[in-house]
């Protein structure tokens, strides 16, 4: 009871109490592996993490061919955004997490020579095993390239081809195989994230994770409510032997430096709750509160 199952009715706390206890307990390491596989979407943790993973040659595939310098590609787009290692924003968007800041290939700028069209590239992407509904962009001023996006559910089927514009030559063809392990492991948390990778089952297990969430929340905000003393907050009081809250306060400090915007809003919790204590001290200077 209180692990593995929940006791009592809705109208008693136990019940709740229970019903939280057992969620956290069955949903844990769901709720933990979304965490962890949603960092990559996060502003400090994913940008960081994929420098430190390039430089060691972890992540990212090398170029497939002689790289656009960054000027180039934003000379004909002034009002685009210029991105890291001269990829193109347009191009960025249709690509995988992990190839989104690599260095795309240049076509061959040849005098007198016209791009084969887009009707001709789809077609020669079509003989090299593309499917019709694969992600086409245009390229990017007179040395850009013609890219091909692949992004199906399984994300061991991932492809990425690029196309010289002036003879359909194939400039670099780009798969999962290609990745760096850090690249692997991201893109298929990503993946199982979003629940693709594994059927409707895996779509179902992640639905319940973000269930369970939901659930925590609900249920810890009533049993505060069936708790709280009237008229009062019903703050819990501290620990009796400080020791035994040493190990929270150590998971909140880990968790806090991994997840910086957590780690902030925990600090503007305990500057709230602080200042709280500190203001009731003033209206009952003979009351002690924790």
Not at 21 to 32: C, D, E, H, K, S
Not at 159 to 184: E, H, I, N, S
Request: aromatic share 8%.
């Amino acid at each position: 009871g209180g692990v593995v199952s929940v006791r009592g009715s809705p109208s008693r706390r136990i019940f709740w109490r229970d019903l939280h206890a057992v969620t956290g307990a069955f949903a844990g390491a769901v709720i933990l592996f979304l965490a962890v596989t949603g960092m990559p979407w996060s502003m400090f943790w994913g940008a960081h993490v994929q420098k430190w993973a390039t430089a060691a040659n972890l992540y990212e595939p090398p170029p497939p061919a002689q790289v656009t310098p960054d000027w180039q590609m934003s000379a004909t787009m002034p009002n685009m955004p210029h991105t890291p290692h001269g990829t193109d924003p347009a191009v960025s968007a249709q690509m995988p997490w992990a190839m989104e800041k690599m260095d795309m290939p240049t076509s061959q700028d040849m005098p007198g020579m016209s791009p084969i069209g887009v009707d001709r590239a789809a077609a020669i992407f079509r003989t090299l095993g593309l499917p019709a509904w694969a992600s086409i962009s245009l390229p990017d001023g007179p040395k850009g390239a013609y890219v091909a996006s692949l992004r199906p559910d399984r994300v061991e089927d991932t492809r990425v081809v690029y196309l010289d514009q002036y003879t359909g030559k194939v400039l670099g063809d780009v798969g999962f195989k290609d990745w760096g392990p850090a690249a692997k492991a991201i893109e298929w948390g990503i993946a199982v994230h979003q629940g693709q990778e594994y059927g409707p089952l895996n779509r179902y297990l992640m639905l319940a994770g973000c269930v369970a969430v939901l659930l925590l929340a609900v249920t810890s905000i009533t049993m505060w409510g069936k708790r709280r003393p009237k008229g009062a907050l019903g703050v819990p009081p501290p620990p009796a032997e400080p020791r035994a809250a040493r190990g929270l306060i150590a998971i909140m400090v880990v968790v806090g430096i991994i997840y910086p915007l957590v780690g902030a809003t925990l600090i503007g919790a305990f500057l709230v709750d602080r200042g709280f204590v500190l203001a009731q001290r003033g209206l009952h200077p003979a009351r002690k509160i924790a």
